[in-house]
């Protein structure tokens, strides 16, 4: 039969190619808007796509494995033993990997008790009898065994499933020296890791070949084994066992009753509207078209895949009163607003973007603002501005003299709001995702690029587009989240990272030294106690010292031993206290503290810290602050306060002022569970902590002991993050059944807390997603999962996600209340930061009792809350001193 007539069977091993695809794309550039995980199902699906082109298949099956236990470590117990647990990441998108191959048309198939790879064997047999060309597509070596003159395997290499490797019985020859039938001989001589199948000691592929090319077979150098000399003899007749052994596991079953033959398995038509539901859940907006070109089922949705290179708009080079006289005229054609990049050359604003839906305007460059009188009036203007990045772009144009307003919509902060588990998505990336296109970009590895990347006019356009795409998805209280708090706080950010906040070098330069010294002095007395020094950052090294030289009980099991990592030896140290694991946990906070100390005093410039604030760095809203990040310095120990009193007032300031909310997250919980109890408290202004174990353990709020407090504040916080009992008792202290005890009394105390904590993941169950008190949505989707970690893991995050993100939301209330009243009344007091629940302001002379009546009013009245918002104030010379 001619080649060209000969039908052609391709079959997968599904779980070994969905597992390179795993590990070949990032896990969290792949999630969907329910936080589901895509990488290896978009991965394995491009790889398909590529081999159905390719190839051209007329017969097609992809196997999987149903669990890690068959026949095999029936036989062998320890069979694979030694493989990690399955990635959580990655057990869930196996079901939907298979639900798309279904609705692709293409057949899957399973066979309890057996292996994918014996389901390719016996396929690959049946194929090859009944005259297909048979393609193997596995990254499993054991799939060697099967190529002969009409098998021929497809292996993935090293750099993943886009390169394959096509092993025919010369490829085989050539890089192992054997017959394919003879390389389950190699393996059993060698051993296969991956399987937990030790080989015979010393050797290697080389001496296994060396055998098998002369004696022929493993049982004929089993039978031989007394003439072969030397070390690797005497293991050989001492270990044949594990030969045997390795042999009868690694041999390919080619016989297995399967509900399927190599006949019934040719391409079906795909289920469009099948393939169109899930690949919208997935949001594989390219894929889908990919799938339905390669297919030649229907039209693609996106022109990125009906036409792979986009039609970019045309971009003219305005200024002047040809810019204006554009603008003017480009009204008409701004339905959604005007899209607005810039683009910065070291540091500096060299040219800005300004887009339509059909067509571009570039500004190059000039000495700022007062050369474009026009644009500047324009930007400073009411018209709609859609930008990525709305906070860079600001600063960027003020440097430049530029006053912005009228931003709109902003790319990055939407895409996060759409799904918050993305943080700070490059522009690129959301070009991909939202409009299913791959924006121009310039190889970074290429000296001279072969394509030239968009231009700043053409990201204007995009930023356009996205823009305007997220807004026609994003739910409708997400929405007021960004037009009535993250959109008008870039402002207030951008201001205080321009501003930044003065710092007393001296101050940092005294702790560095002193902690550099302490650092010292406690890895000298960690040496003494040993006898010898060792690198006490070293892993390895701290391994040696505590589970051999000391003997110390084994901590929690890693890759590279045992772990020693902070939390583990703390645990060490509390159940198995030694004078040398005291004095490395010691040099460990030492070395920490300098660490971060150093790091601050090398931002400064100018005499000032400027950090950045991220809207987007974290899925609950709060703003987290980056280069450097204020929120790691500790606020109870002596030196974490030694570095707030560096933060320090610059003249002609007089008192830096702090206000921070007491208790916010409890008062929310207050409001949220409608708890009487609670609310009681925060009305009547009692001491939460005391109120509440008063009601606890049964006695007079005068009565309630310091180590009473201290176990219900740390229930009544732990109940928030999901503490369970276990962790209760291990945070205190105590056994599980105290633990268990206290928390029954809590909640028979405070039983609207136990209702609203149980209710709330109930109803993100059935929702798909919990909600801010202002509207705010963070999705779980892991709270349906089959999967018990991913599901408890999910439960927790989504008890507090309604608090966290109410606390989030109302910080930034607050901070858009109190920026715009220092500026309705002509103040010169300035927001400096925001650190958790806490703002910074440096204070103008005569203005304290004013900034004081702003920040008092514009934070205790953020939100309508059935409880007071209570907020604390302080003054001081630097942020230590006006601490409260």
């Given amino acids: 039969m001619p080649d060209s007539e000969q039908p052609t069977l391709m079959v997968i091993d599904g779980h070994s190619l969905a597992f390179r695809a795993f590990y070949a794309l990032p896990v969290d550039s792949f999630v969907n808007d329910e936080g589901q995980h895509t990488n290896a199902i978009h991965g394995f699906i491009s790889m398909l796509l590529m081999l159905l082109q390719r190839e051209q298949p007329t017969h097609l099956a992809v196997a999987f494995d149903i669990s890690r236990f068959s026949f095999r470590t029936r036989e062998y117990e320890d069979y694979k033993g030694t493989r990690a647990e399955t990635p959580a990441e990655f057990k869930g998108q196996i079901p939907l990997l298979q639900q798309a191959l279904h609705a692709m048309g293409i057949t899957t198939v399973t066979k309890e008790d057996f292996e994918a790879d014996d389901i390719l064997a016996t396929l ?13 597509v596995s990254g499993d070596r054991d799939t060697i065994q099967l190529v002969d003159d009409n098998v021929t395997l497809l292996y993935p290499s090293v750099r993943g499933v886009s390169e394959l490797t096509r092993y025919d019985r010369d490829k085989v020859f050539e890089r192992y020296g054997i017959e394919p039938h003879q390389y389950p001989d190699i393996a059993a001589l060698v051993g296969e890791t991956s399987d937990n ?53 690694n041999r390919l079953v080619r016989d297995v009753e ?78 959604a607003g005007w899209g607005v990049a810039v683009e910065l050359v070291d540091g500096r604003l060299s040219a800005i973007g300004i887009a339509v839906r059909d067509e571009c305007v570039l500004v190059p460059g000039g000495s700022g603002a007062n050369d474009y009188g026009q644009l500047a009036a324009w930007l400073a203007g009411d018209d709609r501005k859609l930008v990525h990045d709305a906070k860079s772009t600001i600063k960027a144009l003020a ?74 998805r994003i739910d409708p209280g997400s ?239 732990g109940l928030a993050y999901g503490l369970s009992a276990f962790g209760l008792s291990k945070q205190l202290r105590i056994d599980q059944k105290e633990a268990r005890t206290l928390m029954g009394e809590y909640f028979a105390r405070f039983g609207a807390v136990r209702d609203y904590l149980r209710n709330v993941v109930e109803q993100a169950r059935a929702d798909g997603y919990t909600e801010t008190i202002f509207g705010r949505r963070r999705p779980f989707p892991d709270l349906t999962s089959p999967n018990r970690v991913l599901r408890e893991n999910a439960e927790r995050a989504a008890l507090n996600a309604p608090i966290q993100g ?41 203005e304290q009792a004013s900034v004081e009546a702003i920040v008092r009013h514009r934070m205790g009245n953020a939100a309508d809350l059935r409880v007071p918002l209570e907020v604390q104030v302080g003054t001081g010379a630097n942020w230590e001193a006006a601490a409260h």
């Fill in 479 to 717: 929405l007021r989240v960004l037009d009535d708090i993250e959109l008008p706080l870039v402002d207030v950010l951008a201001d205080m990272e321009t501003t930044g906040v003065a710092i007393d070098h001296a101050v940092l330069a005294g702790l560095s030294h002193d902690l550099g010294d302490r650092a010292a002095s406690l890895a000298s007395q960690a040496f003494a106690e040993i006898g010898h020094e060792v690198n006490l950052g070293s892993p390895k090294q701290l391994q040696d010292v505590l589970f051999t030289e000391l003997a110390m009980p084994k901590t929690r099991k890693t890759k590279t031993g045992y772990s020693t990592d902070a939390a583990s030896l703390a645990d060490l140290q509390e159940q198995h206290p030694h004078p040398f694991l005291g004095l490395l946990l010691a040099h460990r906070d030492a070395t920490k503290l300098r660490q971060i100390v150093d790091t601050l005093d090398t931002a400064v410039t100018d005499g000032r810290i400027h950090t950045t604030y991220e809207q987007t760095g974290t899925s609950t809203g709060r703003i987290s602050s980056t280069d450097p990040n204020l929120q790691n310095i500790p606020v109870k120990t002596a030196e974490g306060r030694r570095i707030r009193s560096a933060f320090t007032v610059a003249p002609p300031y007089t008192t830096l002022l702090t206000a921070d909310y007491s208790q916010i997250e409890m008062r929310i919980m207050a409001h949220l569970s409608e708890d009487p109890g609670l609310i009681e408290a925060f009305r009547a202004g009692e001491d939460l902590h005391r109120f509440v174990g008063a009601r606890v353990f049964g006695v007079d709020p005068a009565d309630v002991t310091p180590e009473m407090r201290t176990k219900v504040k740390a229930m009544s916080y």
């Fill in 258 to 335: 399967l509900a399927v033959a190599p006949t019934d398995l040719g391409i079906r038509p795909l289920d469009e509207a099948a393939v169109r539901a899930l690949f919208g859940k997935l949001q594989f907006r390219t894929l889908l078209d990919r799938v339905l070109l390669v297919r030649g089922a229907g039209e693609p949705d996106s022109p990125a895949a009906a036409a792979p290179d986009v039609t970019l708009p045309p971009v003219h080079t305005l200024i002047d009163e040809e810019l204006g006289y554009w603008l003017d005229r480009s009204r008409e054609r701004a339905e």
């Fill in 124 to 136: 690959s047999k049946q194929g090859s009898e009944q005259g297909f060309r048979v393609l193997v």
């Fill in 806 to 846: 109410s606390a989030a939301d109302i910080m930034k209330i607050a901070m858009l209340g109190v920026h715009a009243d220092l500026h309705a009344q002509g103040l010169e007091s300035r927001l400096l930061l925001q650190v958790h629940d806490e703002l910074i302001l440096e204070v103008a002379p005569g």
């Fill in 197 to 249: 199948l030790s080989g015979i000691d010393k050797v290697g592929e080389k001496t296994a070949v060396k055998w098998i090319t002369q004696y022929g077979s493993l049982e004929a150098v089993l039978e031989r084994a007394d003439e072969i000399k030397g070390v690797v003899g005497n293991n050989l007749r001492a270990q044949k066992d594990r030969a045997i052994r390795n042999r009868r596991l």
């Fill in 399 to 472: 440097s430049a003299g530029f006053t912005v307003n009228g931003v709109a919509g902003d790319a990055r902060t939407m895409g996060w709001l759409a799904n918050p588990g993305k943080q700070g998505q490059p522009l690129d990336a959301l070009v991909s995702a939202e409009l299913g296109e791959t924006m121009p970009t310039a190889d970074p590895n290429q000296l001279v690029p072969e394509s030239e990347p968009a231009s700043v006019a053409v990201s204007a356009w995009y930023a356009l587009r996205v823009c305007t795409a997220l807004r026609a």
